[in-house]
């Protein structure tokens, strides 16, 4: 829950430093609280709501703090990621040794 505030207080301050009653760019706060249980339903949602959810840059909230007194911004994480790659080749077996290597 604080990590998630962290954010909230940082458009809050980016506002005050600026004097604007608004963001200078769209933002899209999704706070996702089944982490936990291993998220079972953010896969439809994300699924059924793509095109709202729609972003140039994401920020992840659900990581480790140094203590409670410092906070803590992720630039970069490691894990699991999942795509569908469908790949073309020859028709037949060819050996990469009589084409140099690169087979089209």
Not at 57 to 84: N, Q, Y
């Amino acid at each position: 829950k604080g990590q998630v505030f962290f954010h909230t207080l940082g458009v809050r301050a980016h506002l005050a430093a600026t004097g604007r009653t608004t963001p200078a760019v769209h933002l899209k706060l999704l706070i996702e609280g089944e982490e936990e249980s291993g998220s079972p339903n953010f896969r439809a949602l994300a699924e059924k709501h793509a095109d709202r959810l729609a972003a140039d840059a994401v920020i992840v909230s659900d990581t480790g703090m140094w203590d409670e007194d410092t906070p803590t911004v992720c630039t970069g994480m490691r894990g699991l990621a999942e795509c569908e790659i469908e790949l073309y080749g020859p028709a037949q077996d060819i050996h990469s040794g009589s084409f140099g290597g690169a087979v089209p």
